[in-house]
């Protein structure tokens, strides 16, 4: 169940490496560190609103594990909803969030000017990113792995084609980038409505059309609504804290300079093919454990979290070694920029350990998504934002660029550490005394 996952995931970071080696290899410093800086932006902005993704599929493996069909063609509406809703707002916010979000960040002038321009048009691609992210929580929710595998196959594979046409092609530099990932996202959004429709359709037995398909009194239910809202901002809150600190991590990054910038944006290109290559496991364990959960079934819910934790294991230590080992190589794949290469190339020890280190992190997160206990995640990733900024301020002040990197390593354990201590709490749902508390 987890390689069309792993498969899906690795597109994602995949496409990054294909825009950075594409500008690494056409464009300048400059070029590169713009790509570095915008991406930071629409890091912060759609992962702001990451529970979307998240926030759907813990209520629709739930409600799947309950067998409750006329539920999750629900949640799949009202997660519609507030993504339409968001989108929209975003692009009526555009000016503001942009002249924020580049005042608050550090950058030469140069830099910032081709990154305004990167941001100003990929803004516009934001209703159809986060519906994209409702359906991919749907289905995961579902476990329907290969769906997700077709969606985001599709997705990056028509934003590759396009990001290369226009930078590399017709020279379009960073703002070719952005508009091809617009194309993308746009067609994408339409084609995977489209098959989510006709699946539920096909798998629930009802029509499809539009008054039969939405159950409209499930849709006006308040309650329902409230609880949705009400994860989604835990899962809002925690997610802002984990890209805060992504962000604030790169923002001090730039302060060593440009090169800095460029060489902390490759290394985060390969330290992100292996997170969503791990994410892949912890994917599965949302889906299954938030179906065991919602079927009360602790038998499976314990087999899920130990297989899923162990080929989780098994592929960190793979993933270390291989950054290890071949981290040099596909930093010159990246980029011809010898000076990017030496700086990138001292970073790599310490990729590796946060790799290593990282995959716990990931599998509680899915069980705790799976799951729906988003506030104990929110409490977990503000105790371990807190440490992350000590860490950042003594290492980075003794060890400057390294020291930065090894924050890194401490951030994902202590994240790891926190969820942990929440665990009994879970199991005791399959009691019963925890089944008469909830």
Request: glycine share 10%; net charge positive.
């Amino acid at each position: 169940m987890a390689w069309p996952f792993i498969v899906a995931n690795a597109s994602v970071p995949l496409l990054g490496i294909v825009d950075t080696a594409v500008i690494g290899n056409t464009g300048s410093v400059v070029d590169l560190g713009a790509i570095a800086l915008g991406a930071l932006i629409f890091s912060f902005v759609y992962w702001s609103f990451g529970f979307l993704r998240m926030g759907t599929t813990g209520f629709i493996a739930r409600a799947d594990g309950a067998g409750d069909k006329t539920e999750v063609r629900a949640i799949f509406g009202r997660s519609c909803l507030i993504a339409v809703a968001v989108g929209l707002l975003l692009l009526i916010l555009q000016w503001p969030i942009g002249l924020l979000s580049f005042q608050l960040l550090s950058g030469d002038e140069s830099v910032e000017a081709v990154a305004q321009s990167y941001f100003y048009t990929r803004i516009w691609g934001a209703p159809a990113t986060l519906m994209i992210f409702v359906i991919m929580g749907v289905w995961i929710g579902l476990g329907q792995a290969r769906e997700l595998l077709k969606l985001q196959l599709f997705l990056n594979g028509l934003n590759m084609v396009l990001d290369i046409l226009a930078a590399g092609v017709l020279g379009l530099g960073a703002v070719g980038i952005a508009g091809g990932t617009v194309v993308a996202e746009v067609i994408t959004c339409g084609l995977g409505f489209y098959r989510l429709k006709r699946f539920l359709v096909e798998n629930h037995a009802v029509a499809p059309e539009w008054r039969t398909f939405w159950p409209r009194k499930r849709l006006r239910q308040y309650s329902q609504l409230v609880a949705l809202l009400s994860a989604n901002s835990d899962i809002m809150v925690r997610t802002l804290l984990l890209v805060f600190a992504f962000s604030f991590f790169t923002n001090e990054a730039a302060k060593f300079g440009v090169v800095a910038l460029a060489a902390t944006h490759i290394v985060l290109q390969i330290m992100a093919f292996t997170a969503f290559f791990l994410d892949g496991f912890a994917y599965v364990a949302e889906s299954l454990s938030g179906r065991s959960y919602g079927a009360k079934d602790k038998a499976t819910f314990t087999m899920v979290l130990r297989r899923t934790t162990w080929l989780a294991a098994i592929a960190a230590i793979g993933l270390s070694a291989l950054v290890l080992l071949s981290g040099e190589a596909l930093i010159r794949t990246l980029t011809n920029l010898e000076e990017v290469v030496v700086l990138s190339t001292t970073l790599l020890p310490v990729c590796a350990a946060y790799v290593l280190a990282s995959f716990p992190a990931f599998q509680l997160d899915g069980l705790f998504i799976g799951t729906s206990r988003t506030r104990e995640m929110r409490n977990a990733s503000l105790g371990s934002t807190v440490i992350f900024l000590c860490a950042i301020a003594w290492l980075g002040s003794y060890f400057g660029l390294i020291g930065l990197w090894w924050a890194m390593v401490v951030f994902v354990l202590v994240r790891a550490v926190s969820l942990w201590l929440y665990f009994p709490a879970v199991m005791k749902h399959f009691t019963s005394e925890g089944e008469r508390k909830l």
